[in-house]
């Protein structure tokens, strides 16, 4: 049964939205494109009492240019990066992965903001309030254990935001505002790896901007597995970066609980950095694709981005 709103708050300032937070504590989710949030709502796996839309913060919609890095607000939409000169030139493969995002008409809702904290997943937990009760709860919808694994107290839903594992291999940052003030942080740092609670953020931690260094030059090719090529959320997504001083990023979705991420130099051996990557994925089945298939994919993708970047 979808139960209507009890409180719908638009704030007009960061400050204002934190302030609202504090005030509705734990039973409230921030609103920005709502593609992820209304959904898992219709859904019933979303169930707070309040939303606060945080659209009408101007201060989070703009691209700037900084001395040694650009910011993008969180609220940019992610079919609105491809009209922004700079990024294009600087990093398409964050425009392909904004583009693999869901469908047309949802990239110009879609927040980048909202991409990268968008709610991981699984095929035994996305599906229908019936659908559920007659499989059986899993763990993170108030059941007794992971369905997915077979029994086991731990969930490894996965990490599905196809625009963080670019952003990660392009060394992003997050500026990132509380009630306890301002922090930047890594984009890595910000996901535990625990499926039921996939971000360590402050629950009424806004996201300012995502940051990406311009000081060096970066590569970077990005490569996505799905079913459809529109609308099918990720089976594994990959990004590999390459900078100008001979750095490598090499980063996986899709396939663990939150982004895997292996950093290396030019002098590595390709190899071993993909071998690393694989045995760092806690890959399940708990996808449309088997998981020997997602986990073989892994180094057919990885082989191919360092064929495309050493080319
Ligand atoms: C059919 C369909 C297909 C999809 N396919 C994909 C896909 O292929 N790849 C993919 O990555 N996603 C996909 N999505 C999920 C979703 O559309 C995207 O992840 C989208 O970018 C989410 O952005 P949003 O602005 O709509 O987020 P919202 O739904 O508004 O919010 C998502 C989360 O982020 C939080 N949030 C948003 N902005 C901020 C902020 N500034 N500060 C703090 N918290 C914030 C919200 O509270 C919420 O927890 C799909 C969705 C649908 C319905
Ligand atoms: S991984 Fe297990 S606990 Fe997590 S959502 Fe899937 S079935 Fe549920």
Redesign the pocket.
Known sequence: MIVAEKLYLKPKTIDEAIRLAKKHAESF???????????NKFQGNEESDCLID?TDIEE?KQIIKRKDHISIG??VR?DDLKNHTEIKKLFPALLEAAH????PM?RK???????I???NRCVFYNQSEWWREAVGYCLKCDGEVCIATGGKKNCFSKF????APVLIALNASLDIVDSNGDQTLALEDIYSGDGMKPRK?SHA????SINIPTKEKQSCVFKKL?PREA????SLTTAVSKSESGKIRVVLGGVDPKPILVEGTIKDNKEELIKQAVKKARIIDNDFYPRLYRKEMITVFLERSFEEIFK
């Open positions: 989710h921030y609103l920005a494109g709502g593609t992820d949030v209304i959904v945080i989070l969180s609220l992610l693999s995002v869901a469908s949802l809702t879609a927040t980048i903001g909202g991409n904290l968008c709610e599905v935001s196809d625009t953020l931690a806004i996201i300012r799905r609308v099918d959320f990720s």
